[in-house]
């Protein structure tokens, strides 16, 4: 049975992936990716010729068959996501997930990277432990409900979210958290447009609808 090695991959600055990263991307015999125009630049940053196999949220579980049937044949594969650690508010999970039940034998390892959540709470000047990490708020499914709920939690919180829905998404922590929690958002992480915003709720909420909504985004909610 082959190895699957899980490879955390830049958030921004190609500088950022580790040496052992890159080595494996390089001797990988397949590279399994979440958009393949991404990847191939990153691929081409460290010299690597691997074939990539796509697989996103939208995949037809039958693309799954081919990078078994390649694990079954005993090949090198690595799993990278377009930025940060694969299967974290990723389709990856669903990949290793399979790959765990189909293919119960396959050797998973992890090649440790960059990740937007301890980044940004390595700057937020908050005590995070505990903290809790929730990935993208629901986009409509339960929305109402998860922001009702988070007032009722008393750890550090902790958010991604995407550039055309975070006016809605501050404002829905205004209503459920109150104007006043201290909060810490962090704009394109290791970009040239870094950005931080700091202050309570309804300060950041106002400093980032004043500013460029463009990035990424990582929210963060200090304990109570």
């Known amino acids: 049975m082959g190895t699957l090695f899980v490879v955390g991959t830049p958030i921004g600055n190609l500088g950022d992936l580790t040496a052992r990263g890159a080595e494996l991307l ?26 990539l196999l796509s697989f996103h ?24 996501t377009d930025a940060g650690t ?10 290793v997930q399979e790959i765990l039940r189909q293919l119960p034998d396959t050797v998973i390892f992890p090649i440790p990277g960059p990740s937007a959540v301890t980044a940004a709470l390595s700057v937020s000047g908050f005590r995070a432990e505990p903290f809790t990490f929730f990935g993208f708020p629901p986009q409509k499914k339960g929305r109402q409900t998860f922001f009702a709920g988070l007032d009722a939690r008393e750890e550090a919180l902790v958010f991604f979210e995407a550039p055309h829905r975070i006016e809605k998404t501050m404002d829905a922590l205004v209503v459920a958290l109150g104007p006043e929690r201290r909060t810490f958002v962090a704009r394109e992480i290791t970009k040239l447009h870094e950005t931080h915003y700091r202050g309570t709720l309804a300060e950041v909420t106002e400093k980032v609808k004043k500013d460029s909504i463009r990035g990424e985004y990582v929210i963060i909610i200090a304990a109570r």
């Open 26 to 51: 390089r001797t990988a015999q397949a590279v399994i990716a979440e958009d393949t125009r991404v990847t191939k630049k990153l691929l081409m940053h460290v010299g690597s010729k691997a074939p």
């Open 57 to 80: 949220e939208y995949s037809d579980p039958r693309t799954l068959q081919p990078i078994f049937r390649r694990l079954e044949a005993g090949e090198t594969l690595a799993l990278v």
């Open 86 to 95: 694969p299967a974290i508010s990723d389709p990856g999970a669903y990949l």
